[in-house]
């Protein structure tokens, strides 16, 4: 599990070099890297606060009659 703080830092690092690049295409890549490093962050946050319950995991693992 990665931690949602260094996710958002890193995706806070990538807007910021956005900010300063020159080349759209360039500026757009950093843009939608740092999208992904928030909806990253959102989701290690979700699965932190809802850790998987054994019984899940086992009803998951078993198999069902057709």
Do not use: C, F
Not at 30 to 51: G, S, V
């Amino acid at each position: 599990m990665i931690d949602p703080k260094t996710l958002l830092e890193r995706a806070a690092q990538l807007a910021d070099q956005a900010k300063g690049e020159e080349d759209a295409g360039v500026r757009e890549r950093l843009l939608r890297m740092a999208d992904h490093y928030r909806d990253l962050a959102a989701h290690e946050a979700w699965a932190h606060e809802n850790p998987p319950s054994v019984s899940a995991i086992t009803s998951a693992l078993t198999p069902r009659a057709h």
